[in-house]
């Protein structure tokens, strides 16, 4: 059974910074985009 987990991040960032610092290739980086952009505009 898969067990819950939680991350406190260091600092925060915004959404677009985030998105700018993964190492990611061009399609990984599409998903990442699709499945949160929900929290552009925030703060992580």
Do not use: C, W, Y
């Amino acid at each position: 059974m898969a067990e819950a987990r939680s991350f406190i991040n260091s600092r925060t960032q915004t959404f677009d910074s985030l998105n700018a610092n993964l190492a990611l290739p061009k399609n990984a980086k599409a998903k990442f985009v699709a499945l949160n952009s929900h929290i552009s505009g925030g703060v992580v």
